[in-house]
């Protein structure tokens, strides 16, 4: 064969060669362009899958600040509730001493205010024979006069007929009393503190409505 030939047979294989390199370049760039755009969109939703995640999760920590946020205040707002009921309560049982001590404070009588806790504890106890516990204050004031008109009173009061007599001991207490059933060993606590605490918990209620409302 002629140099001439092989000559085009070399040119010709180079053609195909070519040919076929651009066909494979083609292709792969083809597929290359396929695999960038795949990783693209995948990218891409991988971004808003972060970005929607970033949100959710930002969105339920504000929920979370938020509802700690509520819960604090409320707490707070109890708590400082509670003080002024306590503070009420204090205030009336400073009120209570001072009316015991006095005898008098505004409107109100403390002699009225023991008598009506004699007859209220007589009401209870079934016996006939009665011992009246007082402090040393109110011993001393509860002169036989006295302990006439509270016999007298109580009588009246509980259309019974009761004997009354002052308990040679006294006790520690802002003042009220203590009345014994010396039949059937029954007392009935009526110091002031005493009713006072029994009061507490059913007025409360009442008390923090007068103190704040409907911001309960």
Same mark, same amino acid.
């Given at each position: 064969?002629?140099?001439?030939?092989?000559?085009?047979?070399?040119?010709?294989?180079? %053609?195909?060669?070519?040919?076929?390199?651009?066909?494979?370049?083609? +292709?792969?760039?083809?597929?290359?362009?396929?695999?960038?755009?795949?990783?693209? %969109?995948?990218?891409? *939703?991988?971004?808003?899958?972060?970005?929607? !995640?970033?949100?959710?999760?930002?969105?339920?920590?504000?929920?979370?600040?938020?509802?700690?946020?509520?819960?604090? @205040?409320?707490?707070?707002?109890?708590?400082?509730?509670?003080?002024?009921?306590?503070?009420?309560?204090?205030?009336?049982?400073?009120?209570?001493?001072?009316?015991?001590?006095?005898?008098?404070?505004? !409107? $109100?009588?403390?002699? #009225?205010?023991?008598?009506?806790?004699?007859?209220?504890?007589?009401?209870?106890?079934?016996?006939?024979?009665?011992?009246?516990?007082? &402090?040393? *204050?109110? *011993?001393?004031?509860?002169?036989? #006069?006295?302990?006439?008109?509270?016999?007298?009173?109580?009588?009246? *009061? +509980?259309?019974?007929? $009761?004997?009354?007599?002052?308990?040679?001991?006294?006790?520690?207490?802002? =003042? =009220? @009393? @203590?009345?014994?059933?010396?039949?059937?060993?029954?007392?009935?606590? &009526? +110091?002031?503190?005493?009713?006072? !605490?029994?009061?507490?918990?059913?007025?409360?209620? !009442?008390?923090?409505?007068?103190?704040?409302?409907?911001?309960?």
């Amino acid at each position: 064969m002629s140099d001439e030939g092989v000559e085009r047979i070399i040119s010709h294989i180079g %053609e195909e060669a070519k040919k076929e390199i651009s066909e494979i370049l083609l +292709t792969a760039q083809a597929e290359a362009d396929k695999i960038k755009k795949a990783a693209q %969109e995948k990218a891409e *939703r991988e971004t808003e899958r972060i970005l929607s !995640n970033g949100k959710r999760l930002a969105s339920l920590e504000g929920q979370r600040i938020i509802a700690e946020t509520k819960i604090d @205040v409320r707490r707070k707002r109890m708590d400082a509730q509670e003080e002024a009921i306590a503070a009420s309560f204090e205030g009336a049982k400073r009120a209570l001493e001072e009316l015991a001590q006095k005898g008098k404070l505004d !409107n $109100f009588l403390y002699r #009225d205010v023991v008598f009506d806790l004699v007859a209220s504890a007589s009401e209870i106890v079934a016996g006939d024979k009665l011992e009246l516990v007082f &402090n040393q *204050r109110d *011993r001393r004031a509860f002169k036989k #006069d006295i302990l006439r008109q509270l016999t007298a009173f109580v009588k009246k *009061r +509980t259309g019974r007929d $009761f004997h009354l007599a002052l308990a040679d001991k006294t006790m520690q207490c802002l =003042g =009220g @009393v @203590v009345v014994r059933d010396m039949e059937n060993q029954v007392e009935v606590d &009526n +110091t002031l503190e005493t009713k006072l !605490n029994r009061l507490k918990e059913g007025i409360r209620v !009442n008390v923090a409505k007068i103190l704040f409302g409907d911001r309960l």
